[in-house]
């Protein structure tokens, strides 16, 4: 028996419910993309004063801007971008170092990526390398793009991230925290520490420890 279509009753159903499976599919698919793209790291820990033991760059009477990073991570892109921004609007208030975590038993080629050369060819940013995660872990951070901001006295001011999710650059919390907490000067030392989330990938493999899957 044909419908009015001319095609048999028994296929019609097959495409529709084929259909229907796509659909659904397709939009279990794009529900994991966006549960992954706005899904959260582990928030950083950070020490409310500059730590004295740091080797990182630090001039008193400044802001000192810190972005902490997996070298490999995808999402860091996003938050290189930010930065750049940051930089411009906030006209040379900021003393800016991005570090690159590199794990125990690699060389400096491993951190040798288009992130490198992306924080690299910011004017005026101090780029090294973390062996082994001793700085990341000295700032209690444990997720690629965490940004802290200490003022001028070495007080912590900001901690987060500085995009709306995943490898994904726009407006967002934490870059108008930082900007508003370096428009504000001084003054912002006597206002709490902004926190925000901080969207990339884990920094543990970088750091030598294990990984959410135990590697």
């Avoid at 796509?22 to 820990?45: E, N, R, S, T």
């Avoid at 921004?85 to 690159?100: D, H, K, N, P, W």
């Avoid at 900001?158 to 919390?173: K, L, Q, S, V, W």
């Avoid at 001084?186 to 420890?209: E, Y």
């Amino acid at each position: 028996m044909s419908d009015s279509f001319g095609q048999p009753r028994s296929k019609r159903a097959v495409l529709v419910v084929a259909a229907a499976i796509w659909l659904i599919a397709a939009g279990v698919g794009m529900k994991v993309v966006l549960d992954y793209q706005v899904a959260a790291g582990v928030a950083a820990q950070p020490p409310e004063a500059w730590p004295v033991a740091s080797e990182i760059p630090r001039t008193d009477g400044k802001f000192s801007l810190l972005l902490i990073a997996h070298p490999q991570c995808p999402c860091t892109r996003a938050s290189l971008d930010e930065l750049a921004g940051i930089m411009a609007r906030t006209e040379g208030a900021l003393e800016v170092s991005v570090l690159f975590v590199v794990p125990p038993g690699l060389d400096a080629s491993w951190a040798d990526t288009d992130l490198w050369r992306t924080a690299s060819s910011l004017p005026g940013v101090h780029v090294a390398l973390d062996r082994g995660g001793a700085e990341s872990r000295r700032f209690g951070v444990a997720t690629s793009g965490q940004v802290l901001l200490y003022d001028p006295g070495g007080r912590l001011r900001f901690a987060g991230g500085i995009t709306p999710g995943r490898g994904h650059a726009g407006d967002n919390a934490g870059r108008e925290a930082v900007e508003a907490a370096v428009a504000l000067g001084r003054s912002a030392t006597k206002t709490k520490p902004v926190d925000t989330p901080v969207f990339g990938c884990a920094l543990a493999a970088a750091q030598g420890q294990p990984g959410e899957d135990g590697k």
